[in-house]
C-alpha cells in the first residue's frame, strides 16, 4: 500500500530511519529505547459515578482559549507512556494544555472494582471529555489516541456522531487497531516476533487479573488465568466476563472501531503504516474512510506500530506526534509549527 499524504500537510512524506529496518526494530525502539521527554505533569484524579476513579495527568496550563489536547495510551500503558510524554511535550511547547489520562488500573495505583478497561469501552473516555469541557465551555479539545486508546476515540466519535461535544474540534487515531478479532490473531500467531509482543501485554494482564483474583475472590479462575497464553484465551477469561461479553468474539467484534468510521462527524486523522505487526492491513477502514469527508487515512510505507521513527539515531524524530498535532493546527486554522497565529 502506498504512502499517502495529502496536499493539507505542512510537513514531508515519511522516511523511515535507515537504522532501523523493519517494523519490528523499530516497534521496539520506539517503546523501551527512545528518549524519554519530561513534561512536568500535575495529577489529577476524577472520582466517578460507579464508585472507582481516573488519574488525569496535567501540564501546560495556558490561557484558557488555547486548546487542551486530550491524550489516550495503548494497551498496558500509561499518561507516562514514552510516546505520550512525546506527544505533551510538544503540545506544551505550542502553547496548549495537555490532558494525559491513565486507564482504571494503569496510573499506578490499582483501580477499586473488579472491572478495569477494554477496547471498546467509551464510557470512562466521554466521562473525562465531559469534565473538561466542563471546567471552560467552548474551550477547543483535541483528542489523541495511541493503539488501544484510539480504538475508543474512533469508536467514542462514531458512537455520537452529530452530538459529539462541540468543544470537540478535531482527533487523531494512531495504529488504530480497527478489527480487533484480526489484531488478535496476529498476535496470537507464530513466529518470536508475535510471542514476543503477546508475552509483553499478557505478563502485565495476568498480574492484573490475578491481583483482582486476590481481592475478589471466586470471580476469576486464577490457575487458568495463569495458563492464558493467548489473547483468545485471555480475553475468554478475563475482558470478556468481567465486561458483559459473551465470548472473546463477542468482544472483539463489538469494541472494534472500524465499523464506527463512517459516522464520524469531526475531522478524524488515522496513521497507519503499511506495516504495522500488530495491525494487519486488511484491517484498515480504506473504503469508510474514503466515503467520509470528515476522516483522513493515511497509511505510510513503514513505520511498525505507535512508532514512526524518522531521522538519525543521534537525533530521532518520531513523525506521528508532528503529523497529529500538525493535522490539529490545520482543523483550528493556526500556523503549523507556532503558538496558534493563524494561518496566511
Known sequence: MRALLPSSSSLPPFSPARWLPGPHLATVFASVGRPW???????ERLELPDGDFLDVDRTGAGEPSRPVVLVSHGLEGSSRAAYVRGLAARAARRGWAVAAWSFRGCSGVPNRLLRQYHSGDTGDLGLV?????????????LLCGFSLGANQIVKYLG??????????????GISTPFDLAQCARALDGPGFWPWLYRERFLRRLRRKALAKAAAHPGAIDARRVRRATTFASYDALVTAPLHGFADAEDYWQRSSSGPYVAAVRRPLLLLSADDDPLVPRAALPVAAAAANARVTLEVTSGGGHVAFVAGPPWAPRFFAEERVLDFFAGALGEAPGGRGGPKG
Open 159 to 172: 458512537e455520537l456522531g452529530d452530538a459529539a461535544p462541540p468543544e470537540v474540534r478535531a482527533a487523531a
Open 37 to 43: 521527554p519530561r513534561p512536568r505533569y500535575r495529577r
Open 129 to 141: 471529555v465531559e469534565r473538561l469541557a466542563a471546567e471552560s465551555p467552548g474551550r477547543p479539545l
